[in-house]
């Protein structure tokens, strides 16, 4: 069965640094999105990429974060410099159709130190 | 804005036990509504879900039934099983070509033999 995968499973990094979340949707997928959970918080949505380009995001993405799809297959989530308040649980989804079931992948947590 | 509020857990129940996980929404427009299940170590992945008002979801022994009039979306299963272990969440969607999640908080259930 086709799934979304993210690598990696952990990171941790420290305050300041740049970290790459990688996510690879299901192949015929057309819209991606990034979401996080900050330990014992909502699930939140962060941004929504379609047609190569973002088509929602949140007030949470700001200019520390960036999405990319560089090559038709990963779909990544950069940020920039870290901070302590970025520590939390990343999801990737992504989905055939505008109206149709988000898949998700298994989230990476990132700790920032 | 848009928001889904969940009861607060985690719970704990006994196998076989009836379970009831609350879950009420707020929304601008006419959602459809979700509950997802993440089992331990794995992505969240779709359990049910309504797409209008007093439809029922099911699946795996669970229930949901979209209340316009109370705007809920109650989790229910008559009997529930070690294997349900797992967080749960509520989500909605308004219908578009963004279609972004807007999630609950999310519960633990553990259930014990």
């Known amino acids: 069965e086709p799934e979304v995968t993210q690598t990696p499973s952990h990171q941790v990094t420290q305050m300041g640094q740049e970290v790459i979340l990688r996510c690879v949707p299901i192949?015929?997928?057309?819209?991606f999105y990034w979401y996080r959970q900050i330990l014992g918080q909502k699930v939140e949505f962060l941004v929504s990429?379609?047609?190569?380009?973002?088509?929602?995001k949140s007030e949470i993405f700001d200019d520390q974060f960036s999405v990319e799809r560089p090559d038709g297959s990963n779909f990544t989530l950069k940020i920039r410099s870290t901070k302590l308040e970025d520590s939390a649980m990343y999801f990737c989804?992504?989905?055939?159709?505008?109206?149709?079931?988000?898949?998700f992948g298994q989230g990476t947590r990132l700790t920032v130190v | 804005g848009d928001s889904v509020t969940q009861m607060e857990g985690p719970v704990t129940l006994s196998e076989e036990a009836f379970l009831t996980i609350n879950c009420t929404y707020t929304?601008?427009?006419?959602?459809?509504l979700f509950w997802y299940v993440q089992y331990p170590g794995e992505g969240l992945q779709l359990l049910l879900k309504?797409?209008?008002?007093?439809d029922k979801g099911s699946n795996k022994g669970f229930e949901a039934t979209y209340r316009k009039e109370t705007t809920s979306f109650h989790l229910e299963k008559g009997s529930v099983q070690v294997s349900d272990s797992a967080v749960y969440f509520c989500?909605?969607?308004?219908?578009?070509?963004?279609?972004?999640?807007?999630f609950g908080k999310g519960i633990t259930l553990s259930v014990r033999p």
């Open positions: 989804a992504s989905k055939e159709g505008a109206n149709t079931e988000a898949f």
């Open positions: 192949s015929n997928h057309l819209y």
């Open positions: 990429f379609y047609n190569n380009e973002i088509s929602e």
């Open positions: 929304a601008t427009g006419y959602p459809s």
């Open positions: 309504a797409t209008k008002a007093d």
């Open positions: 989500a909605l969607v308004i219908a578009g070509a963004n279609s972004k999640l807007t």
